[in-house]
């Protein structure tokens, strides 16, 4: 469900001279606003796990085998493979500190840690909380992160962009009755590029250990995601 919230400001009402364009005696500069809440169309969420082992093959070893029961776990719910995608795999050596013989503090080596992170993009929302459960039973023991967007920003740009031009032809027309004067056409019409599309909505968790084993679902709420559009708009004052 989409919902418009409008509002504006004028700007400039002003007179001109004599000499002005033969079907118009002034100008009426408002400024255009709207914004609108839509509910996200898909989720993102980045699962991994991170395995130790006494060789830098084992540890990669074990991290990719649990990797593969993401994906798996995620085809299993109906994901599309364009939408499972490895995001980072990372493999590095565990240092402790320890004492020399000669007594004094030192580090060694005490095996391998590796990772393996993959994003699964998922379209059934209601189908995250079991997503994450299940992968935790397949073997991750991470959650990085969430998100929430929308696959088609621009549409929701448009739309309210749509709704601001709209809001200062309103308050146009407002300001004309108001003033008594009657309101000709739109001269000019600036729309300020927006400094970012709206982009994935975060929603932070983070887990270093897979929770006891057990069917239930993680609780996730979506929420909205909030877009804005703002115009320029000037308009003739006609005899």
């Known amino acids: 469900m989409k919902c418009f919230a409008l509002a504006g400001s004028l700007l ?11 079907d118009e005696s002034g100008r009426i500069r408002v400024i255009g606003r709207a914004s609108q809440e839509v509910a996200p169309d898909f989720a993102s969420v980045e699962i991994g796990v991170e395995s130790r082992g006494a060789t830098p093959a084992a540890a990669l070893d074990a991290a990719s085998q649990a990797a593969k029961g993401i994906v798996a776990t995620a085809k299993e719910l109906g994901v599309a493979e364009a939408d499972i995608g490895t995001s980072a795999v990372t493999l590095q050596p565990r240092i402790k500190t320890v004492r020399l013989p000669d007594g004094t503090m030192g580090e060694r080596e005490d095996g391998y840690t590796a990772s ?35 696959r088609d920003p621009a549409a929701a740009d448009a739309a309210v962009q749509v709704a601001a031009v709209k809001d200062a032809k309103a308050q ?6 108001a003033t008594g004067v009657k309101l000709g056409s739109v001269i000019a019409i600036d729309s300020p590029p927006r400094a970012e599309s709206p982009g994935p909505m975060p929603y932070g968790l983070a887990m270093k250990a897979a929770a ?8 996730v709420e979506a929420g909205s995601i909030e877009t804005s559009a703002e115009v320029d708009a000037v308009f003739a004052i006609s005899r």
């Open 12 to 22: 400039l009402l002003a007179v001109a001279s004599p000499a002005a364009a033969d």
């Open 116 to 150: 393996n992170r993959v994003r699964v993009r998922l379209a059934e929302m209601g189908r995250l909380g079991e997503l994450m459960r299940r992968t935790l039973d397949s073997g991750a023991n991470r959650i990085q992160g969430i998100s929430f967007g929308l």
């Open 212 to 219: 006891p084993r057990g069917r239930t679902a993680v609780p």
């Open 172 to 177: 146009a027309e407002r300001i004309a009755e």
